[in-house]
């Protein structure tokens, strides 16, 4: 596989968040004197945008979303960097890309301004030109608006940039845009029924796929 950019993903992909996405969720929880929820469920919950993420958090309770979104907004704000971490390999894929003149850009449905902080506090945000959150542009994941925009601006074609990711919704926008998806088992999204072309068990594996490391 030869490509001339990649689309990353961030949460699961370039960054574990699971523990501090959850401590902002239990946080916002407690405002109203809900019960904390586990890890686990809090983690299957993540992937289409912050506001979905609370909806699901609080579903089942009377708690109005949009009351509680600016809470868990505020609580993520402070605890964004407690313990989120990058994965192993993301920082020798990005150098290698680097070097190799391959464009890098982030399209992620979390917020633009803590996805830029979390890259820039793990001294990757230099790397990745665009960086898209889910409130850069009016369009969420797997809408392929996001994706489209890049390929414009980098002047590249569908065939010349691969989308690597950890959920369902990565491999739908890659598929939408007519874009070819490397899916990360190593992360903590979920697939459902859309195939990816390429699977990799590590950032590693998947720039080895790819013949860039």
Partial sequence: MIVQGIIFDLDGTLVDTRLDLATAINLMRADYQLQPLPLDTVTAFVGDGARNLVGRALEGTPVDVDDALPRFKRHYAAHLLDTTAC??????????????????????????APTRKILEHMAILNFFNPVIGGDTTPHLKPDPFAVRLVLDRWNLGADDVVVIGDHDTDITVAHNAGLKAVFLTCGFGRRRAEQPDYIAGSMAEAASLMGII
């Fill in 87 to 112: 994965y192993p390999g993301v920082q020798a894929m990005l150098e290698a890309c680097a070097a190799a003149a391959i464009r890098c850009a982030v399209i992620t449905n979390k917020p633009e």
